[in-house]
């Protein structure tokens, strides 16, 4: 099993930055990928970025260029720097972890704005 967290949500102002950090634990020798999605209300869960066990990080279109995932495989840890953030992107962010017996989630963190 593993167990996933994921630190950092909270209310940001539209054209501001956030950083979210979600964490593994458990039984972590099988992971080989981790990843961001969100979902806002209404909508389906997205895919927002993605890195691979090797380093290769791939993004939704709408975010290339102002969002940067990063990973720190020895913490078991991966980051999500979002900058000049648009108002349709408050939703749940959630943390994706890819292991060898299947995929885990974590319970998400909600980033909100003012209008």
């Known amino acids: 099993q593993v167990q996933v967290v994921e630190f950092g949500g909270a209310m940001v102002q539209p054209g501001g930055s956030l950083r979210l950090s979600c964490v593994a634990s458990?039984?972590?020798?099988?992971?080989?990928?981790m990843g961001w999605y969100r979902q806002a209300p209404g909508k389906q869960r997205e895919l927002v970025a993605g890195?691979?066990?090797?380093?290769?990080?791939n993004y939704a279109d709408s975010v290339q260029a102002r969002f940067t995932i990063s990973r720190d495989t020895a913490k078991h840890t991966v980051y999500l720097k979002m900058d000049r953030l648009i108002q349709e992107e408050r939703a749940v962010y959630l943390c994706y972890v890819d292991h060898n017996d299947g995929g885990y989630w974590g319970q998400g963190t909600q980033v909100t704005g003012s209008s």
């Open positions: 890195m691979a066990g090797y380093g290769r990080a």
């Open positions: 458990g039984n972590t020798v099988g992971i080989y990928g």
